[in-house]
């Protein structure tokens, strides 16, 4: 019988797994990535990553068609950074992401698993205004330093 924490390798991938997967890759690329970012306006971004040049990447994540063609949201997320890409798992259909709708000249495409990720299409970079980037960096930094204090004192968030 198989533990509920290790999944066979058969097994569908989740968000989670197609996220590691991609920051994985990303790390590779000296960009660090924090997962489940709250934007301004509600919305939250599967993972937000930042390059060495101070460049703001968002990554979609859908794991089902049903999910991809239901989200009318993601556009939302182009005004929060220099380049989007959609990540998907291995074998998913990606047809959907030529047609105009998923502005294929803008964003980006990326195919993972568990452990990698490739680029299929390189998205476009469309750079932030000045002030935009200055609050989302800033808004990044201030959550990945909370992420690390929160693992090195859980009771830290007590404090005020």
């Given at each position: 019988?198989?533990s509920p924490a290790v999944l066979p390798s058969d097994a569908p ?148």
């Amino acid at each position: 019988m198989t533990s509920p924490a290790v999944l066979p390798s058969d097994a569908p991938l989740i968000a989670a797994d197609v996220a590691r997967g991609v920051t994985r890759m990303l790390l590779r690329h000296d960009i660090a990535t924090i997962a489940e970012v709250p934007l301004d306006g509600g919305r939250r971004a599967d993972l937000m990553a930042l390059d060495a040049r101070g460049n703001i990447v968002i990554v979609e994540i859908k794991v089902s068609r049903a999910d991809l063609l239901g989200d009318g949201k993601w556009t939302d997320y182009l005004a929060h950074c220099d380049r989007f890409f959609w990540a998907v798992p291995a074998g998913f259909d990606l047809r959907p992401f030529e047609q105009e709708g998923f502005l294929p000249q803008r964003a980006g495409l990326i195919v993972a698993d568990r452990y990698d990720a490739a680029v299929v299409r390189e998205a476009a970079t469309v750079p932030l205004a000045s002030a935009t980037r200055k609050k989302c960096t800033l808004a990044f930094a201030r959550r990945a330093a909370r992420r690390v204090t929160h693992l090195l004192d859980p009771e830290a968030g007590q404090i005020v």
